[in-house]
Each structure stands twice: as C-alpha cells, then as structure tokens.
C-alpha cells in the first residue's frame, strides 16, 4: 500500500509562513519523486515545486521561486514545502504526490506523471 498523509495546512496573513508535511508509508521516500502541487477554486492544479534524487535539483514554478523551499526527510520518511512570504494568491488546496524515481519527472512536474497522492490540505491567506 502506498499512502501519503499532509498536514501543516491553515490561515496566514500575507507576509507569513507555513511548512506542509507529507509523511509516507508503504514505500520508501527516498526511492521517489516528490511534487508538490495547489488548484485554487476555478484554477487548474499546478505544480509549484519538485525534487527528484535522478534529476539531483529542485524545482520550483515562477510564482513561489524565492519563497518556497522542497526538502525530505529519509530517516522520517516526511517531505516537507516550506512557504515563506505568502501571497493571498497562493491560497489554494495544496496536495504532495511521488512517483518512483525517474528521470525528467521534474522538468516542470506534471500531475500525470505521479501515481501517489495526499489528500490534499487548505492553504489561506488573506489579511
């Protein structure tokens, strides 16, 4: 089984922080892409940020380069997104998703490509 649990979601005033967690279990991170995508009401899902051990860099979309940081935690089996300076037009359903190492996967990330998914946790920023 392959399982992907988020937390870390919430309310924020522009300007702030949070840190999303997507913890794994049936497998093993470490041999998996991890994307990180939103879709606000009215939007298609986008991919917002990527890493994959095969392609050895990040990927990050225009709109949160600068702000937002991809990382992973082997021992915890936890990949994390850290925002900073949130925009109100960074509201939005935030999901991780992974895929078994491949690659390209992340060049940009398209949601096709990964097998994986959370469930999905709210983002809200507004003052």
């Known amino acids: 089984q392959l399982q992907l649990v988020e937390s870390g979601g919430g309310s924020v005033q522009p300007g702030g922080s949070l840190r999303l967690s997507c913890a794994a279990s049936g497998f093993t991170l470490d041999y998996f892409a991890i994307g990180w995508f939103r879709q606000a009401p009215g939007k298609e899902r986008e991919g917002v940020s990527c890493?994959?051990?095969?392609?050895?860099?990040?990927y990050y979309s225009d709109s949160v380069k600068g702000r937002f940081t991809i990382s992973r935690d082997n021992a915890k089996n936890t990949a994390y997104l850290q925002m900073n300076s949130l925009k109100p037009e960074d509201t939005a359903v935030y999901y991780c998703a992974a895929v078994f190492k491949s690659a390209f996967v992340c060049r940009p990330p398209r949601a096709g490509a990964f097998s994986s998914w959370g469930q999905g946790t709210q983002v809200t920023v507004s003052s």
């Open positions: 890493f994959s051990s095969s392609d050895d860099s990040a």
